[in-house]
């Protein structure tokens, strides 16, 4: 590169970023270090085989082991603040957050808007997301509809979670931590050879905090976390050609949950949490998973078996979520109400591929895929008798008045199941045909748990216990995207692709509460995408650039409703919304050591049909931000023989988000900053940290509360708190 090019290159990326002195997000220092000349190149298997990133037509953002430690990424919240167009909303509990990719959005008890594999191995339950992220070696984002290849629920794209592999040599870490809430963290790996064939790696993770946000009326924090994470890996090669890889993992969360205000804008963020229940929220969920792989020359035949449990239970105030002597119903009855929780799913899976050699200039992949789930969840109200906890109630209601008000219980068996395939085929040297389809089954049923003295007031002869409803979902979905590379560096692709997720069951009996479009049945979603993208390095690969453009076409969109009547999370459909945005990545080497990064998305969402009111016609969508923006700079230099240092911070810019179809309420735009520093030294590092470094005060959710009581009209809405600034620092030790 001549002269006259690098003061180009330092001109156009210095303006990008002279609206702030922050370092590059997580994903940066991988793909610079991709692009600049010399430096390694990033793999990823976004079509499951292992090819360039700049190669793949598909819009994909790759975290590799390097940058998961210089960007501290530890859960999925990390991770998705650098990705654009991406958000996450984490409420209410443990097992309670949901993402939104490209104006495709989640909600509470509903299906995920992106199919998640760890490993290989597809997650089954949206409760098990919110997980720490230990021991990891990369993650890749993948977004569009992946369904064909990544499985059920993958709609809105695809997130790939690998966790570092069993070594063939002994190696070690650990890590320990201390944090503003106060509270510690100890993580530590162990990995190496039993034998000649079989390897191992143990990880463990445990992290205690007092919290961050006041409860003023108990004088405590709202929201302590307790998480003992565990996970242990067997990699067993014992000839050419095979191996088979078991994994163990376990999880146990303990903190606090339903910490709500009451208010009327979503902007609204001065009032104290107040709840006179502390409540409970526990969590724990466990993982075994066999991966087996036969490979010869004809191909490699892949077989995945997954065991998975999980059980949480959360307890706290109910509506208005102050304490006893000033709340709604004490004032208007002489007494509270207090509400509980309880979910327990249990889940196994088997997917058998076959995958042909990657090298041949036709390429394929089929499969098979089958999911048993058996799911019991339960809710209810319980009169606050003011002693500061709430009973624990799982499958078995209290006596009804004593202290139970209302009780809704529900079991549901699930089978769904796929026959899916892909073939890929070089027309020329330069342009490649990719098509995939995939057929979804979910069989559902579910039957009602409720004791019969608890179909009160509107619910009297709704139902009845052990009365029994099945309903069935199936979807073809397509996917055919072209590829053509003009060059070595760079790459135009454009596709259409179908997404596709199950239908469910609200619990018996909201339906004859009277919400708005609410019934006990919700139905399946399908979202057709259009896209168009572009790939290149520039500057004698010194600059990379990302361009995607988008329209989607979705029927059956979520939205959620909570009743306090039945103490149930509701889901609805909107009947058609559509989507259309751009994503623009910029990644550049602005001189030895130091790196810059900016990745813009836009989402235009709009209502053009809506069951649950015609007025929604015309308005945004749920959940969806108008824009995102994340920026960042990172420099690092070696101080000494031995020993470095870097900084780097990370800005994300969050647009106006609306939460519900009417759009009554838009939260403004958010600005989040976070701040590291480090010194490394061979087998030792040192990190200081701080997130949202400005204390940016905001609410991560608003939900409409109940209209009519006591008084009609957005007067009585959830907005429930997000995370204040935080501030730590990290030591870690390699052996």
Known sequence: MNGIEGRLLLAGVGALLCVTTTDVPAQAESAIRRVAPGLEEVVVTARKRDESSLDVPVAVNVFTAADIEAAGIERPQDFIDLTPNMSLVQTQNQGTSFVTVRGISQARNSEPSVAVLIDGVLMVNPSQFNQELVDIESIQVLKGPQGALYGRNAIGGAILVNTRMPTDTFESSVTLGYDSGPGYKGRASVSGPLTDTLKYRAVVSYLDTDGYIDNEFLGEEADPFRDLSGRLRFVWEPFAGFSADLRLNGSQVKTQALYFNITESVNDTSLPVRVNNAGVNERDMYNASLKLDFANDAGTFTSITSYDTLEEILTGDQFNFLPIEESVLFDQFGADQAQHQFLDVKALSQELRFTSPGERRVRWIAGVYGIWTDRFISTGNVFDLGTGSVPEVRRTPLPLFNPQFTFLADSQENFAWAVFGNVDVDLTEQLEMSMALRYDRDERENTTETPNEFFQGPLVGVATQGEVRKHTWDEWQPKVTLRYKPSADSTLY??????????????????????????????????????????????????????????????????FVF??????????????????????????????????????????????????????????????????????????RELMAGLSGFVRSDVELIGPTWFYPDNFTERDPVELVNLRLGLEGGAWSAVAWVRNLTDEKYNAEWSPGPQFFPNPGYTNNFVFKALPRRWGFDLTYRF
Do not use: C, M
């Open 494 to 559: 454009a596709g259409f692709s179908r997404g596709f997720r199950s239908g469910g069951f609200n619990q018996t009996g909201v339906g004859a509460a009277g919400i708005a479009g609410i019934d006990d049945l919700f139905d399946a979603e399908t979202a057709d995408t259009y896209e168009l993208g572009a790939k290149a390095e520039l500057f004698d690969r010194r600059l990379a650039v990302n361009l995607g453009l988008y329209h989607t076409r979705a029927e059956g969109s979520y939205y």
């Open 563 to 636: 009743d306090p009547v039945t103490s149930t999370q509701n889901l609805g459909n909107l009947d058609r919304v559509e989507y259309q945005g751009a994503e623009l990545e910029l990644r550049g080497r602005l001189g030895e050591g130091l790196d810059a990064w900016l990745g813009a998305g836009y989402t235009d969402s709009e209502i053009k049909a809506s069951r649950r009111d015609p007025n929604d016609v015309g308005n945004q969508a749920p959940l969806v931000s108008e824009y995102s923006v994340n920026l960042g700079l990172q420099y690092r």
